[in-house]
Structures are given as structure tokens and as C-alpha cells.
């Protein structure tokens, strides 16, 4: 039997992360005397250890907390503690461990963590950095500039100085004023109203689902009767449209939106058992129809100028759901909410894929800001290796939505 550590044979290499979310080992450097060794300063610490996976593959983020028994406490967040230096590399650390008998080695990623003591600095003893004497000085200078400017100044420092004072107000007078105020106020008037409290722009979304099924549902958007009754008018809707043809003549002369015919042209082969897909799609398409209305068509129909096909009840639901303000006008917030549902809707008519260049035609919608409306509902834009064409696809992982990330266009070559 080999006896050297070269000879040894690699029986199990184990990696962080993974579905399991597996934290590996955690070796302690202290900044003041590197890595610990022996476990001699580890005997009297107790440890706090806390890890978040921002994905599947990769080191996790870590927050390490060792207290001493003397009370001082080190963590890898402290001040002295370099932001670059918390064990996150090019370069990734395995811990072997030798099985003398057997000879073998098991390979472990392990993370390499730096703290620092959590000290608070002392309070200077410079009287001229305390806030008290520093904000005297700074008013005395700024009284003897003042009379300075004044005395010996020219007449634009003067004019300056004097309307500086004709804008000052007295502060005892704004607080009186302020409290007053502040009496007439009523709790009623200060509650937000329900609309705005539980605004989003999403239908409800499992992000933690594993399956693509259950990210979203319908019965989350639609009660049971609603979605019986939408079934039964696609039924009937169905009986209108005998052939493809026929569902691509509807679309030439505007009778249907190009989404609602891209749907129906999918689902036809599957005949009257796509009634139920095709039922929220006839719902998607009314709120297609409200986001192409005009102000003067709300303002004298309402919810009657949505589609014929379902019920009033429907109508109704939708122009109530997407519509702001007495007077029911489409906001941009409201806007983007309604395109999230078409969206959602759409993927779970169609087994959750939409064609890009239909939506953003039917929409009217840049395919920047349309991109990011799909990022934001988890759906992700891909093009199809056989068509060619840009698809809208939902599947697991969910695609990220960042709000802070800009999405700029190229900027234009100097002629």
C-alpha cells in the first residue's frame, strides 16, 4: 500500500452551492495575525455564521461573527477589514482530508473568511472638531465676513447680504405654523388607500416554485366561475373559426389582435379540448383591447367597448383592475401592471412561450422597454433556433429583474 500523501488516491471532491445550497469549511484569518492555526485562538470564541447563495454555482456570501471571552468581538465586516479581501478570488480553496488507512483523499471547498475587531473609535479631544464649538467658530467667521463686507465691501456684497436677510424667516414662527397644521390633520386623511398599498405590477408569483407550472396560476388571477364561464365562450368562439385561414383573414382585417391569433393558430390542432388555454387567452385579449382604447372611447363607453366575447362581469373586473382615478384613465404605472398580466396570461395560454415581434406590434411597444417588462414578470427573451424568430419563454431559473440597471442603446458613431 502507497504510504505518501502523492500516492493517495481522490475519492469525493465536494463544491459549494448547488440545490442543496452546501456551505463548505470556513477558514479564519485574523488580520492582525493571519491564518489560525491548531484551533489556539478558536478554544474561547463563539461563533455566529451566517450564508446567502445569490445563485446556484458559486461562494456564498458570508457574515461571521467570533465573540471572545473576554467580550471583544471580531467579524469580516468591520472597517479595518479590506473590502476586497473576503475570500472572494479568481482562485477557489479546497481543504483534503487523508485517509491514512485506506490512503484516500476527500476534497472539500472551503471559504476564507478575514476578520477584524469591532472597535469604536475614541472621541477626539480637538475642541475644534466637536459639532458645538465648530458650528460657534463657523458663526462667528461668518459675522465678522458679514460686517467686514459691510463696513468695506462693495455695493453687490452689500445687496447680496441684504436680501440673504430679507429671506431669512423667523424659526419659532415656521414651528408655530407647523404645529397648527398639525392639529387639523386627521388620521383618515394621512391612511394611504388600499390601491396604493397593495400596488404591483406582477399577478401573484411563486419565484420559489420548481416547477414552471407553479410559478404562476390561474386560479390566482380568475375564480373557478370565471373560469368556466370563459371555457364555455371559447367554445363558442371556436365555432366561428373552422380553419387557420380563417384565423389569419380575422387578423388581417383587425377582428382579432395579432397575439390572440398567434394563440389560436397553436392551440387548433388540439381542437375543443384548448378551450380552457383559449379561455385566458379571450381574457388576455380584453385587456389587449383596453390598452389600445383612446381616452374619448373610455370616456364614452367604458367597459363596454372591451370584447365582445366575455361577459360584462369580465369587462368590468378588467376596466376596474387596470384603470386609476374617478375619472378611470390609464396610468403608466396602471399600463405597465396590464401588460404584465397580458404577459402572464399569454405564457399560460400558449404553454409559456409568446411570439416577441407579435406582442410588441399588438402592444405598441418598444422591444427595449417590452424586454424589461418580461425580465420583470421572470420570462426571458431567447430566439428559436428553427424559426429564427424572438420568443418569449418561462422556465426555471427565472430570469433576474434588476430596477437599478439601465438599459442603454448604442451610442451613435461621431460623423
Keep these: 500500500m502507497p504510504s505518501s500523501v502523492g500516492d493517495a488516491m481522490v475519492t469525493q471532491v465536494l463544491s459549494q452551492g448547488g440545490s442543496s445550497k452546501r456551505i463548505g469549511p470556513v ?4 488580520e492582525h495575525c493571519g491564518r489560525v492555526k491548531d484551533g489556539d485562538f478558536c478554544t474561547g470564541f463563539k461563533a455566529d455564521l451566517s450564508a446567502r447563495f445569490r445563485s446556484n454555482v458559486g461562494n456564498p456570501d458570508l457574515k461571521l461573527e467570533l465573540e471572545a471571552s473576554n467580550g471583544l468581538v471580531y467579524s469580516n465586516l468591520a472597517s479595518s477589514v479590506p473590502k476586497n479581501d473576503d475570500g472572494k478570488s479568481c482562485l477557489k480553496t479546497y481543504v483534503a482530508y487523508r485517509d491514512k488507512e485506506s490512503n484516500t483523499l476527500r476534497i472539500e471547498e472551503a471559504n476564507v473568511v478575514t476578520v477584524g475587531a469591532v472597535v469604536q473609535a475614541p472621541k477626539t479631544a480637538n475642541l475644534l472638531l466637536t459639532s458645538v464649538v465648530a458650528e460657534d467658530l463657523k458663526t462667528r467667521r461668518s459675522a465678522s465676513k458679514k460686517h467686514l463686507v459691510r463696513q468695506f465691501g462693495q455695493a453687490k456684497g452689500q445687496r447680496i447680504y441684504e436680501q440673504i436677510e430679507r429671506l431669512q424667516v423667523d424659526s419659532e414662527q415656521i414651528d408655530n405654523k407647523m404645529k397648527f397644521a ?14 396604493a398599498r397593495t400596488e404591483t405590477l406582477t399577478p401573484p408569483v411563486n419565484k420559489d416554485a420548481d416547477n414552471v407550472y407553479d410559478v404562476y396560476r390561474k386560479e390566482d388571477l380568475l375564480h373557478p366561475g370565471e373560469l368556466e364561464e370563459l371555457t364555455s365562450c ?16 380575422a387578423v388581417e382585417e383587425k377582428s382579432i389582435s395579432p397575439i390572440l391569433g398567434s394563440i389560436m393558430e397553436d392551440l387548433w390542432p388540439r ?11 379571450l381574457y388576455m385579449d380584453c385587456i389587449v383591447t383596453l390598452l389600445g382604447s383612446r381616452v374619448s372611447a373610455l370616456d364614452k363607453g367604458g367597459a363596454k367597448i372591451l370584447s365582445y366575447v366575455v361577459s360584462s362581469a369580465l369587462k368590468t373586473k378588467v376596466f376596474d383592475m387596470f384603470t386609476e382615478g374617478s375619472n ?3 396610468t403608466p404605472v396602471s399600463r405597465d401592471r396590464a401588460i404584465c398580466h397580458v404577459l402572464v ?14 406582442v410588441s406590434s ?3 411597444k418598444k422591444p427595449d422597454m417590452l424586454s424589461r417588462l418580461c425580465y420583470l414578470v421572470g420570462a426571458k427573451v431567447e430566439s428559436d433556433l428553427l424559426s429564427g ?24 458613431k461621431a460623423r
Excluded: C, W, Y
Aim: no cysteine; net charge positive.
Design 182 to 195: 398639525a392639529e387639523t390633520v386627521s388620521e383618515e386623511s394621512m391612511q394611504m388607500p388600499l390601491q
Design 362 to 364: 399588438t402592444l405598441r
Design 271 to 281: 381542437g375543443s379540448s384548448a378551450a380552457p388555454s383559449l379561455g385566458l387567452a
Design 389 to 412: 424568430k424572438k420568443m418569449i419563454v418561462l422556465k426555471l431559473p427565472l430570469a433576474n429583474f434588476d430596477p437599478d440597471k439601465v438599459m442603454r442603446g448604442r451610442k451613435r
Design 345 to 358: 396570461l399569454g405564457l399560460l395560454a400558449n404553454n409559456f412561450s409568446l411570439d416577441f415581434h407579435k
Design 328 to 330: 378611470h384613465r390609464l
Design 234 to 249: 371559447a367554445e363558442e368562439f371556436l365555432e366561428g373559426f373552422p380553419g387557420r385561414e380563417d384565423i389569419r383573414k
Design 27 to 30: 477558514i479564519v484569518k485574523f
